[in-house]
């Protein structure tokens, strides 16, 4: 256990629908980073958040959308799912700006 | 787009062999780290070497950096087949706080 949780784990949905992926950062983390890894992207940065606020931005869809909680859970809002955003999806956390980062186990979403 | 350009794609090799893998970039980072991935499960940081920094040791891993090539290389010695992974190099700019990833070696250890 990395001490950052996504939940859950694995997602079959169809395309059109909307999805929310969660992440629960390590204890102390303030910084939560969100990736996208497909087989033909390798990973791709989304977005990070900070204590609530928003810090960077990546190629991220604007079908997607991300927040960060007072309690600083994260979601990443996915809507109008289409085929080509079946990935993994990856949170991380990290204490400090550009220092080490701790990855959860990922959500696999599969858009049929 | 990816920072980092790792060499090999895949390598093989049997246990005992030491492993080679070669990370170049383009920017000017603050830091460089590596990172091991199981087939399909989360990454998992393993060493991260500061730009001025030039080589850094960790159990059987060894990482070197060489910021006038914009070029890093990790070394895994006496592999195991449990080293069987996929490793990522992943640079942070000095104008930037995020990482961004390498394409991955794909190392194969054979028992």
């Known amino acids: 256990d990395s001490g950052v949780t996504q939940t859950p784990k694995h997602l079959i949905t169809a395309t059109g629908q909307r999805v929310t992926l969660r992440c629960s950062p390590r204890s102390g983390d303030l910084s939560v980073y969100w990736y996208q890894q497909s087989l033909d992207q390798g990973l791709q940065f989304l977005i990070q958040y900070y204590n609530g606020e928003e810090r960077a931005k990546g190629n991220i869809l604007e079908r997607f959308s991300a927040q960060q909680f007072p309690d600083l859970h994260s979601e990443l809002n996915l809507s109008s799912l289409e085929l080509g955003d079946s990935a993994l999806y990856f949170c991380a956390s990290s204490v400090a700006y550009g220092e080490r980062y701790t990855f959860g186990s990922g959500t696999r979403l599969t858009v049929v | 787009s990816q920072q980092g350009e790792e060499d090999p794609q895949a390598l093989s090799i049997q246990e005992g062999e030491n492993a080679t893998m070669n990370c170049s970039y383009k920017?000017?980072?603050?830091?460089l780290q590596w990172y091991r991935q199981n087939s399909g499960r989360g990454l998992v940081h393993l060493i991260l070497?500061?730009?001025?920094?030039r080589e850094k040791h960790s159990g059987r891993l060894r990482v070197t950096l060489d910021t006038s090539k914009k070029s890093s290389s990790l070394l895994i010695t006496a592999s195991r087949a449990a080293d069987t992974a996929s490793y990522f190099c992943a640079t942070v700019e000095t104008s930037g706080s995020r990482l961004t990833f390498g394409e991955g070696t794909q190392l194969t250890v054979n028992p």
């Open positions: 070497i500061r730009s001025n920094e």
């Open positions: 920017t000017s980072i603050n830091n």
